[in-house]
């Protein structure tokens, strides 16, 4: 039973350089989201969806692009990464309706950005 | 708007208890709970549903105060099992996507 799973683990990326965070989830949530999580600040939001097709943008979503082509599979983005995106990244999957549902999360990616 | 968490941070001995509040400025429809251990994800404790419903969770229970705009999270008899970072999230964000407040860390010593 995988749950939401992510990769990779941890990335060490240059100031300027790209990469693709993976996300996957094997509950047939229609719900997914990308949070970052930065040292005593909680969790921000940064693109969430709410079906194959369909995403929208969170409170944080500059820098970022994400994609939803299958329901199992929520990609998240960063172009031209910059030292301000070094952060533990979580993505989080839901069965449907935000405020009623749990959220399951993924064991996050550790991103620096030197 | 971001819920407010209280206090930032405790500490335990282990069976001692604790109370861990969350409060919006905005008119709240449910409340969820998760705790984060260090390097770990959050995980799911419970949800609170508009009614002012009380839920619990082996020992950790939570409150639900609509009128207030307020929820709290009761750990009776601490473990050293209970330690971790606690969240509260608020429906508030774009599209009543949830809002997490910043934490509060609990540490339950031996």
């Known amino acids: 039973n995988a749950g939401v799973t992510q990769t990779p683990k941890f990335r060490i990326l240059k100031i300027g350089q790209s990469m693709t965070l993976q996300c996957t989830q094997d509950m047939n949530h229609n719900y997914m989201y990308w949070y970052r999580q930065d040292p005593g600040m909680g969790l921000k939001l940064i693109y969430y969806?709410?079906?194959?097709?369909?995403?929208d943008k969170g409170e944080v979503p500059n820098g970022y692009n994400v994609s939803r082509s299958t329901t199992e599979d929520f990609p998240l983005r960063l172009e031209l990464a910059a030292p301000s995106q070094t952060s533990v990244y979580f993505c989080?999957?839901?069965?449907?309706?935000?405020?009623?549902?749990?959220?399951?999360f993924g064991d996050g990616t550790r991103l620096s950005i030197l | 708007q971001q819920p407010v968490q209280s206090p930032q941070a405790v500490i335990l001995r282990e069976g001692e208890d604790a109370v861990i509040n969350c409060s919006s400025s905005?008119?709240?429809?449910?409340v969820h709970w998760y705790r984060q251990k260090h390097g770990e994800a959050p995980v799911f404790l419970m949800i609170l549903l508009k009614g002012g419903e009380q839920k619990g969770h082996e020992k950790i229970s939570a409150s639900f105060n609509e009128k207030k705009q307020q929820s709290s999270l009761y750990l009776t008899a601490s473990q050293l099992s209970y330690s971790g970072t606690y969240f509260c999230?608020?429906?508030?964000?774009?599209?009543?996507?949830?809002?997490f407040g910043k934490g509060t860390k609990l540490s339950v010593k031996p």
């Open positions: 905005k008119a709240l429809y449910s």
């Open positions: 989080a999957s839901s069965y449907s309706d935000r405020g009623s549902q749990p959220q399951h």
């Open positions: 999230g608020t429906e508030g964000g774009s599209q009543g996507n949830l809002i």
């Open positions: 969806s709410v079906g194959a097709g369909i995403t």
